[in-house]
């Protein structure tokens, strides 16, 4: 069904976000980014210095809320996304995560079944309980239409990080482990999986609308390896999910999955499927047709770049997506050189308003 233009805020009271994710098309498609809150705004870099380290804004609710909020206020995009990071899973579990200013993530590296017995899943639930609490402000605060997204990182993609130790461009370190010692990999699997399960479940009852499970490094895997360290696992999640909690939508984004993509949405039954930039608009839209939304994927650069290549490109994704349950966001994160002004640009042209 779609619905004027102009009107983007009388669909069902469920808001936007939602119904798209129940499959219904929308034109204009609702609209939020990945990393929509973040450096790239001066009113988040002024917070954030406030607020000591990375760490500690994620897990003092007042501000962690309020950081989520910024985007939403300055944009009225369809959604918020809980201020948070996929690495708060091994912070909870007591694996030592540290941001550092311009290096990204160090962690003391877990390499081998002993390392495990560093990890302590009855500890995650004090860290936790902050994330929850932000949760539950941020939702109070919202208006009813806007859907909250809560989110983890998908088990594979955060064990890339506690084995690698830090980010690296090819997750050999978890990759070799995998194949070195199958069964010691699989129990930090299962140790993130149930963290994460308990991180989820408690966003949903402190009331997130929908779900995100960031699979970032997806990509690095061959066929039977895909199926076993991603497939597997986000389906426990999202099946475990859906039971407990069955009118929450779970959307995956399994990036750099390419031909991967149709089977992960058939395995792991998820409504939304995160479409990274390197999938041709014709692929996206057949995906749509196995019974997902879409979501994705303009590139994150071209709204760093602006101008007519970023006009030309909304209106091809638009245009392609014509029909099918889509909701429009990058194909990644946003970056931090993004100008905030080319944000604005592109939500009122994906909602076909002058300016
Ligand atoms: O606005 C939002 O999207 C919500 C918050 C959010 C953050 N990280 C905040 C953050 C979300 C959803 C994430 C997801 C995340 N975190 C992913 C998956 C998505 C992706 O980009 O692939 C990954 C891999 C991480 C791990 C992570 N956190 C890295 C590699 C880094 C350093 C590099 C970088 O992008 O800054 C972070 C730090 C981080 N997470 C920042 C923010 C706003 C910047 C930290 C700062 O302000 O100093």
Redesign the pocket.
């Known amino acids: 069904m779609s619905e004027p233009a102009q009107s983007p805020k009388r669909t069902a009271n469920r808001g936007r976000l939602l119904s798209a994710l129940a499959g219904e098309a929308l034109a204009p498609p609702p609209i939020w980014l990945?990393?929509?809150?973040?450096?790239y705004l001066p009113e988040y870099r002024t917070l954030?210095e406030k607020a000591g380290g990375?760490l500690d804004l994620c897990y003092t609710p007042a501000l962690a809320a309020e950081v989520t909020l910024q985007p939403v206020r300055r944009f009225g995009f369809d959604a918020a996304?809980?201020?948070?990071?996929?690495?708060v899973v091994p912070d909870a579990l007591g694996q030592r995560v540290a941001?550092l200013?311009g290096e990204?993530?160090k962690l003391d590296p877990i390499r081998s079944g002993r390392d495990l017995e560093r990890l302590d899943a009855k500890q995650t639930s004090t860290k936790f309980a902050c994330v929850f609490e932000t949760v539950a402000r941020v939702r109070q605060d919202l208006d009813a239409e806007v859907a909250l997204i809560g989110?983890c990182?998908a088990p594979w993609?955060v064990a890339t990080?506690m084995v690698g130790g830090a980010?690296s461009a090819d997750q050999a370190d978890a990759r070799a482990w995998a194949y070195r010692d199958r069964a010691g990999f699989q129990r930090l699997i299962d140790i993130v999986t149930d963290a994460s399960l308990a991180y989820l479940d408690g966003q949903v009852r402190a009331g997130a609308d929908a779900l995100q499970i960031?699979d970032?490094w997806a990509g690095s895997l061959p066929d039977d390896e895909f199926e076993r360290w991603v497939v597997a696992p986000t389906s426990r999640i999202v099946k475990e999910l859906s039971s407990r909690h069955p009118s929450v939508p779970i959307i995956g984004f399994p990036?750099g999955a390419g031909a991967n993509a149709g089977r992960y949405v058939e395995a792991t039954g998820v409504q939304g499927l995160g479409c990274d930039t390197s999938v041709p608009l014709p692929e996206m839209r057949a995906l749509a047709s196995r019974g997902v939304a879409v979501q994705g994927n303009l590139d994150p650069l071209l709204l760093v770049a602006g101008g007519t290549g970023l006009e030309t490109r909304v209106h091809e994704i638009l245009s392609a997506m014509q029909g099918v349950p889509h909701v429009f966001n990058l194909g990644?994160?946003i970056v931090p050189q993004t100008p905030p002004e080319n944000v604005a640009r592109l939500v009122s042209r994906v909602r076909g308003e002058d300016g």
């Open positions: 990945m990393r929509q809150a973040g450096r954030r990375f996304i809980l201020f948070s990071d996929i690495l941001f200013e990204g993530p989110f990182g993609t990080y980010g960031f970032s990036r990644h994160g």
